[in-house]
């Protein structure tokens, strides 16, 4: 069964730290995403990246950096957790076609206090 | 700038018969719509997608309807089963925008047994 996994369900983070997000997928994809979900809004595109070692914003890097060395491997980096970072992070992979989707993780739920 | 939009939060409808969500799009470039269903504590999971090319695509009971010039996309599910209920995101992507999809807000389906 092939899959995205997130290494955190949940976690508790103080305002200030720097907060690592991991993502690895066993589909061999070349494309993967993080987005985040807040109610009212849907999910938001972060960063993404086509291949190793590339990587594009997306509609809300702020805040935000991504690594990928490894093309299963896909971080996401809070460089100082703020308050308003509190929400449902979701890394997804897909092909380079567009129509077959994307595969998503089971979220991390972040919260900073 | 909202360029997908499901202006319907949530839907009720009774087993057996048929749900209609509805998703409307401003971007004319978008050749990519795709369906997406979450469940509570889950990721999101690819449902249907259809090209910009077509006007229909139909997967069992799920069946994607696009209106291209009203710039509208609707997904029909019959018979709705309990089962199907849960988070609904319509989404979609162009090609002149790399391999990035913009996600609606999402419509909550609750169906009725």
């Known amino acids: 069964d092939v899959k995205v996994t997130q290494s955190s369900r949940y976690l508790v983070k103080r305002t200030g730290e720097k907060v690592f997000l991991e993502c690895v997928q066993d589909m061999d994809h070349e494309n993967m995403f993080w987005y985040r979900q807040d109610p009212g809004l849907g999910l938001r595109l972060i960063y993404f990246s086509y291949d190793v070692k590339m990587k594009e914003k997306g509609d809300i890097p702020e805040g935000y950096s991504v690594s990928r060395e490894k093309k299963e491997r896909f971080s996401l980096i809070l460089e100082s957790a703020s308050t308003n970072q509190t929400s449902m992070y979701l890394c997804?992979?897909?092909?380079?076609?567009?129509?077959?989707?994307?595969?998503f993780g089971s979220g991390t739920r972040l919260t900073v206090v | 700038d909202q360029q997908v939009k499901q202006n319907s939060p949530s839907l009720s409808v009774q087993e057996g018969r048929i749900s209609i969500l509805n998703c409307d799009y401003t971007n004319s470039m978008f050749d990519y719509f795709l369906w997406y269903k979450k469940y509570p504590a889950e990721g999101p999971t690819f449902l249907i997608s259809i090209s910009s090319i077509k006007d229909k695509n139909e997967d069992g009971r799920f069946t994607v309807f696009l209106n291209k010039s009203a710039k509208h996309l609707s997904l029909h599910i019959v018979p709705s089963q309990p089962g199907d209920s849960a988070v609904y995101f319509c989404?979609?992507?162009?090609?002149?925008?790399?391999?990035?999809?913009?996600f609606g807000a999402g419509t909550r389906l609750f169906v009725k047994a």
């Open positions: 989404a979609a992507s162009a090609k002149t925008g790399g391999f990035k999809t913009i």
């Open positions: 997804a992979s897909s092909l380079r076609q567009v129509a077959s989707g994307y595969t």
